[in-house]
């Protein structure tokens, strides 16, 4: 038997979410919530909670609602063994689900999902499809195959049972941070924003439920302002977790009665947040999950914070460590905390110690030294070389450079602060 267990087009309510929470307890941990002076002080908010779903089982919120929408299936649902679309976070959280349950369970990813989502995912048992150049291909194929397979199809996000069982995070929220004024959730197909937002709207409507999308998948806010939902063509984000083109009708039908407003941030506001967050938080944290801090720090997003509690939920941190790296590299460029330069120096090695010494002891951090590309423009008698430094801000880097330029034997050719 196949059936897709979305499109049921009804609103969730604070009791849906309260059974929710009653039938994953054993399952889930109640994450943290880590106050944040620095994105207080940054955001001019009175204060920034964290709500940390990046330590939850499976490194994200989604085994919340996996878990509270699987433990619900008919026998004959179970039998049939359990299929879903995913770019890696609900993946796991149906693939441990499945696990937990005893069912059997295939996930279809598109190309762009981490390997370490891959990887993770096959380690609670599930097959691992990948198919699709964007999330939308993926979930297309996942419901031909269930059409063809009869396997029991679970939606990532348009179903009720997901929606309440992503809103568990809102119950928790309320106990750890009862002064919550505003809330920051990423969207991407719109679960987890219409669970939080049924819960904090039930507590208190004054509690403001701000959306945050990457500038390159922003259609949730013409959809609400439209009253229809409005689909894009394509796609374009570092943040795949939430690089979906559209809301369907039941997460839309419950973000139009929970949600205040939408946002969009940049993907290098994105990055910053990254890497604020493994810096102050000491928190790995996926793009996606990043996005919420990010719209919270941008001047652009224009959500006045003054002297609001603020609640920040940071969704997950799945992230191949080479992209965090990347990230937290583009992070630093924005906030002029790094600089890379390329050197012409007089021999190599022996002018490379001088390199390394000066930067050291010019209180700075070398991240990159190698040999570059020798080009036309480069004397013949001097070696080209690039090198990637940490410091404490751009003076503090130009110092440091302006040392290297006076080094016997070194030379400045460009740098990335002109």
Do not use: C
Request: proline content about 3%; aromatic content about 2%.
């Amino acid at each position: 038997m196949s059936r897709e267990r979305g499109g049921e087009r009804s609103l969730v309510g604070r009791a849906d979410v309260d059974d929710a929470r009653e039938r994953i307890a054993d399952v889930v941990h109640r994450t943290p919530l880590d106050t944040s002076s620095t994105a207080a002080e940054l955001s001019g908010a009175a204060s920034v909670g964290l709500k940390l779903e990046t330590v939850q089982r499976t490194g994200s919120f989604k085994i919340r609602g996996a878990y509270n929408t699987m433990a619900q299936l008919s026998e004959a649902e179970r039998e049939a063994g359990v299929i879903t679309s995913s770019a890696g976070n609900h993946a796991q959280g149906v693939a441990l689900a499945g696990q937990l349950l005893g069912i059997e369970t295939t996930i279809v990813v598109p190309e762009v999902t981490p390997a370490a989502k891959i990887e993770a995912t096959r380690g609670y048992g599930a097959e691992v499809v990948v198919e699709g150049d964007i999330y939308e291909r993926s979930y297309e194929y996942a419901l031909e195959r269930a059409d063809e397979t009869g396997e029991t199809f679970v939606h990532p996000f348009d179903d009720p049972a997901i929606i309440a069982g992503q809103g568990t995070v809102g119950l928790e929220l309320l106990e750890q941070y009862p002064e919550i004024d505003t809330v920051l959730v990423a969207i991407g197909g719109g679960g987890l924003i219409s669970g939080i937002g049924t819960v904090l709207k039930t507590h208190d409507p004054d509690i403001r439920v701000i959306g945050v999308q990457p500038e390159g998948a922003a259609h949730a806010k013409p959809s609400l302002e439209a009253g229809e939902i409005r689909e894009l063509e394509t796609v374009d984000t570092v943040a795949e977790g939430i690089a979906d083109t559209r809301m369907l009708e039941t997460t839309f039908a419950n973000a139009r009665e929970v949600v205040d407003d939408v946002v969009s941030v940049t993907d290098t506001e994105i990055a910053t947040a990254v890497t604020l967050l493994a810096e102050r938080a000491k928190t790995v944290a996926e793009s996606a999950g990043a996005a919420p801090l990010a719209a919270a720090l941008s001047d652009d997003a224009d959500l006045d914070l003054e002297d609001e509690h603020v609640g920040v939920i940071v969704s997950g941190g799945n992230v191949n460590l080479t992209e965090h790296a990347e990230l937290t590299r583009t992070g630093l460029h924005a906030l002029e905390r790094y600089a890379e330069a390329r050197l012409a120096v007089a021999g190599w090695p022996t002018a490379v110690g001088d390199v390394v010494e000066t930067v050291e002891s010019e209180g700075a951090e070398l991240d990159v030294l190698e040999r570059a590309r020798r080009t036309a423009g480069d004397e013949p008698n001097r070696v080209p070389v690039t090198v990637g430094l940490e410091g404490s801000g751009r003076e503090h880097l130009a110092g440091v450079l302006e040392k290297l330029d006076g080094l016997g034997g070194v030379s400045v050719l460009e740098d990335s602060l002109d």
